[in-house]
């Protein structure tokens, strides 16, 4: 994920596309007067950038689906154009059987100088390429990366470019600018997946993305504040989650721990606990040790009335709740 959000922070900026729209309709017509004049293999290439830099930048379409273009294709286009434009239909491309063709829309400007490259095509030797972006051979171009190159640098624009980014640009706009609906033209017609790229999104938002999803944080809490204090849903603006006040406007501090009120109870019965657990102690050394005249010693201390079983089971009695009131206690018992 860093790698992508580095690459994400990399991508051309927005002037950097409108300067490459703005040089492509001067820089093409110049390019194809010179390969009238006199074709180079560099001015072809310089050529073939600017014109595949000029439909990225407007439609962000993988490199395949201009390498792969055919000449016959662009004659439809020319045949079924109108007034409005033309339609160039490419049947060939890398997700031909998940989108069907990739389309490209041309103004009668721009469908023109595709037109008259046909023309100078026709001219020229080693031509017979069915692709319009022909080279030498019968094979569709391999090196439309390169020529991109060449026409960003002309441009006069700095740093690498590749026609990843510049799609990438294109989803990233259609994401963040457009409804569901027309996200999902555009994605279509650009032959993108978008569930492939929500699961970057959804791991990596913006800084604005990101302030709005605490905003959503926020609002819950709200709405749990209201709930609990009968505020209605009208008036959530008007808690404020961070103060201590409660919804009479009285401002409370928060309250310290405090021990038991009923340590004071505690101490008592744990000082009575002691005093029976003494008496106890030395009752029963009493009863287990011989006295001077081999009978069993009674101690002083102990209960010789009839109630002493009772006295006893009373204050176990009070033992007992007092564990439940003091650890402290339960330790002593353990320890018995």
Known sequence: MQVKRDK???????????????????????LLDVMTSNPTHATRSLLYGYMTLNWSCIYGHRPGVYSNMTNTEVLKAEITGTAFGHLIHVSNHKTANAFGEAQMYLTIEEFGWMKRWLEIKGTLTGTNNRYFLC?????????????LRLAWADVGLKGPINFTDLRTVHAD???????ISNRQRVSDFMCHNTATADKFYAKNPSLKEAADIRMLFTESLQAAAAAASGVSEDNLGDIDIHSDRDSSGEEHSPTPYQDSTDTETSDELYKDFNAWRAAK??????EHSPSDTGEERVPASAPTSPDTDNVASDQLVNMQCFVVLSPLVLDELIML
């Open 8 to 30: 994400m922070e990399g991508l051309p900026r927005h002037k950097d596309i409108m300067a490459c729209l703005t040089a492509a309709k001067t820089r093409i017509p110049q």
């Open 281 to 286: 102690r030395e009752q029963s050394m009493a």
């Open 173 to 179: 706009n259609a994401k963040r600018f457009q409804d």
């Open 135 to 147: 080279i030498a051979g019968k094979n569709p171009s391999r090196n439309l990366a390169t020529f």
